[in-house]
């Protein structure tokens, strides 16, 4: 295949510079505080050197873990979710076994997300949009489109169902309405409050689709 018969490749995680910075700079803040706590008190049962170990064995998996969210892509290439951290993993809309929405509730930020579960167990997870309040970030059209369109032949998990939610907040982009009547927003809000995910089966979304004008 030629470069110019390859697929478009469309971003699906396209994260602020700006907040991006702040998240590495607050999460290694983070790192530190929580590791010397930790040192802290093994240095106290078991002198300096003990502290030392303490700190270095808690610091280092939660430095991989900022690592790993500062390095994580997401892009879409034809159906093909494809997420590279360290390294890279493909899952196929049209292929997946399970579809489900996720709305996760942090600082007041509700995030709506699309879980992907492939073969093997293989699974991706999307940012459709972020939401404070009456306002937030969604994914841009081109990649709400792409995807709406990857979901749509999938029988086994029924994602016509996803496919007509993203189409109905295309619709609803396009005719200009407020961010708080869009599907995804109006979504987000129905998650109830206290828990920091929820998950939206196949059944619960179709519930909520057939509410759309």
């Not at 970030?137 to 990857?150: H, S, T």
């Amino acid at each position: 295949m030629t470069d110019e018969e390859q697929p478009e490749r469309i971003p699906l995680h396209q994260p602020d510079p700006a907040l991006r910075k702040r998240r590495a700079w607050s999460g290694f803040a983070g790192v530190l505080l929580v590791a010397a706590a930790f040192g802290g008190i093994g240095g106290l049962i078991g002198g300096r050197v003990a502290g030392l170990v303490t700190a270095a064995v808690v610091a280092l998996p939660l430095v991989y873990v900022v690592l790993f969210g500062l390095r994580r892509q997401v892009w879409l290439t034809g159906t093909t979710i494809v997420v590279r951290a360290w390294r890279e993993r493909h899952v196929d809309l049209v292929t997946a076994k399970r579809i489900d929405l996720l709305v996760s509730d942090v600082r007041g930020a509700r995030t709506v997300s699309m879980l992907v579960t492939g073969a093997r167990g293989k699974s991706a997870k999307v940012d459709l949009a972020i939401y404070a309040g009456t306002g937030g970030r969604e994914l841009g059209i081109l990649a709400l489109r792409k995807l709406a369109d990857g979901v749509l032949n999938n029988v086994e998990a029924n994602g016509m169902i996803f496919s007509e939610l993203l189409v109905a907040q295309l619709r609803a982009e396009a005719r200009g309405e407020a961010v708080p009547d869009r599907p995804l927003h109006r979504l987000a809000s129905a998650a109830p409050s206290g828990k920091l995910a929820q998950r939206f089966t196949m059944e619960a979304v179709s519930r909520f689709v057939a509410t759309l004008d």
